[in-house]
């Protein structure tokens, strides 16, 4: 079973969560496939699709918006998964936050099987649009890395299990 996880992130710290995703799903016995969401040209030889997304002032990042936009449909008979990063404190961790519009969107239009909010990482020294952001954040104590990989593991563990199972059944 071949694996796309997919993703959008500017500063590199979606990106890491996507690929602790791959790595968990690979261990699982999975065939992967991780790249950019901006990357992917074609959907056509996946069996599952697990998009991340980077958030920004609210917003889902638009590589990942795109691709929901453009693959929309195409994943009727596949299993799909999709998680935000971003907040930049711990709620993601101690609670269950809901999809951002945008993501809900990306969900209806990929009819993805679950949302999924992990913390996200702004280092201070962040550069271009992401350091103005950084410097404003560091000044009222949001910098950091707020990412929980124990909590991400698990989570693609669950997926691995869920699609070996399946895949065994058919």
Do not use: C
Request: glycine content about 10%.
């Amino acid at each position: 079973m071949t694996v796309l996880v997919a993703y959008g992130s500017t500063g590199g710290s979606t990106a890491e969560i996507a690929g602790w995703i791959a790595e968990e799903l690979s261990a699982g016995g999975l065939e992967v496939q991780l790249l950019a969401a901006d990357d992917v040209a074609d959907v056509a030889g996946y069996e599952a699709l697990v998009l991340g997304a980077a958030m920004y002032a609210g917003g889902w990042h638009a590589d990942a918006r795109k691709f929901a936009k453009r693959f929309a449909g195409r994943f009727t008979d596949r299993p799909v998964w999709l998680f935000s990063s971003g907040p930049l404190d711990h709620t993601a961790d101690d609670t269950d936050l809901p999809p951002n519009h945008q993501a809900e969107a990306a969900m209806q239009l990929l009819q993805a099987r679950e949302h999924v909010t992990f913390g996200g990482r702004l280092s201070a020294e962040a550069h271009g649009w992401l350091g103005f952001v950084a410097r404003r954040m560091k000044h009222d104590g949001h910098t950091g890395d707020f990412r929980n990989p124990q909590r991400i593991r698990a989570w693609a563990r669950r997926i691995a299990a869920e699609l070996t199972s399946a895949h065994r059944q058919t």
